[in-house]
């Protein structure tokens, strides 16, 4: 079972930061590539970012990239999302994904991925 728990959400005041965490007690974030969406309310949900199983391969959204940073601590099982300038825009709930097959491609599609965590709430204040 892939028990995948989002945490480090919170409240913030635009221009901020905040971090947020993907962990899992029974399954290895380290054999699969994780992604981090975004569903804001009456919207779809967005591709963020996504990091593969060694790290070396990163792909963020044209409206993140520069302000949020992945990263893997795989000895600590945990996937990252730190998030820097924030704007109210940016508010919406934040989850991760994990697949264990997937490729290069695609890994900002969340149709893409087979697990997911049950999100945290980012708000974003002006």
């Known amino acids: 079972e892939v028990d995948l728990v989002e945490s480090g959400g919170g409240l913030v005041q635009a221009g901020g930061s905040l971090r947020v965490s993907c962990t899992a007690s029974?399954?290895?974030?380290?054999?699969?590539?994780i992604g981090w969406f975004r569903q804001a309310p009456g919207k779809g949900r967005e591709g963020v970012s996504s990091i593969s199983p060694g790290g070396s391969t990163i792909s963020y959204a044209d409206s993140v990239q520069g302000r949020f940073t992945i990263s893997r601590d795989n000895a600590q099982n945990t996937v990252f999302l730190q998030m820097n300038s924030l704007e109210p825009e940016d508010t919406a709930v934040y989850y991760c994904a994990a697949d264990l097959f997937l490729g290069s491609d695609g890994t900002l599609i969340p149709e893409m991925y087979d697990y997911w965590g049950q999100g945290t709430q980012v708000t974003v204040a002006s």
């Open positions: 029974e399954f290895t974030l380290g054999e699969a590539t």
